[in-house]
């Protein structure tokens, strides 16, 4: 079936380690975002990528780092800048100007 | 950007209908009006959206007033499945489609 996978569901990450979320998406979509949720709370945009090897930052893009080197592929690195990085990471993918369809989610803490 | 504004919750009986409200006063001619829902530590899941027309889809209907400031979501028979967050969002395709504005939804209660 296709769809788009996240991994890892739940991740723990150190104070002063970069940690990556992976998503890869078999949707043949050209356009991949990322966001975060924080409880309670809607989604905001990190950073999103409309065409492979190109990406644009979204609201919250400090303290996060992305790649685009395969249209499956976009992850997303959580580097030591981000102070406050706990909180719930979407990824996401749409056809050029269509309807975006979002991934099952991956937790990271902070420990 | 244009926003939307919603009920924080609403109640429903299983089995019965149920509507859910979103005003969008700003919105423009190019805005599609998007409908998603979310369950606790999911991702969001795609559920209807329109332009002008009303629409149906297996999942719902999407009511479009005629002046395109409010539209209206309508489960037909609500099931204890359909307990969620439900987020009206407008998506203008012409402009920076990532930046969906994800207000903080209705959440949607279903009693049995």
């Known amino acids: 079936d296709g769809g788009i996978t996240q991994s890892p569901k739940y991740l723990f990450r150190k104070e002063g380690q970069n940690v990556t979320l992976s998503c890869e998406q078999n949707l043949n979509h050209d356009a991949m975002y990322w966001y975060r949720q924080d409880p309670g709370q809607g989604l905001r945009l990190i950073y999103y990528?409309?065409?492979?090897?190109?990406?644009q930052k979204g609201d919250i893009a400090e303290g996060y780092s992305v790649s685009r080197e395969k249209k499956e592929s976009f992850p997303l690195t959580v580097t030591s800048a981000q102070k406050n990085p706990t909180a719930f990471y979407l990824c996401a993918s749409s056809v050029y100007r269509g309807t975006i369809y979002f991934g099952e989610g991956s937790w990271l803490t902070v420990v | 950007d244009a926003k939307t504004t919603q009920p924080n919750s609403m109640e429903s009986n299983e089995e019965e209908p149920v509507h859910l409200p979103c005003n969008h006063s700003t919105i423009s001619g190019t805005d599609y009006i998007h409908w998603y829902r979310q369950l606790p530590s999911q991702g969001p899941e795609y559920v209807i959206h329109?332009?002008?027309s009303n629409v149906n889809n297996r999942m719902a209907s999407l009511a479009i007033a005629e002046d395109r400031k409010s539209s209206t979501l309508i489960l037909h028979r609500a099931t204890l499945r359909d307990a969620a967050v439900y987020y009206c969002?407008?998506?203008?395709?012409?402009?920076?489609?990532?930046?969906?504005?994800f207000g903080k939804g209705t959440k949607l209660s279903v009693k049995p």
């Open positions: 990528s409309q065409i492979v090897n190109d990406f």
């Open positions: 969002i407008l998506l203008n395709y012409g402009g920076s489609q990532g930046n969906l504005i």
């Open positions: 329109g332009l002008t």
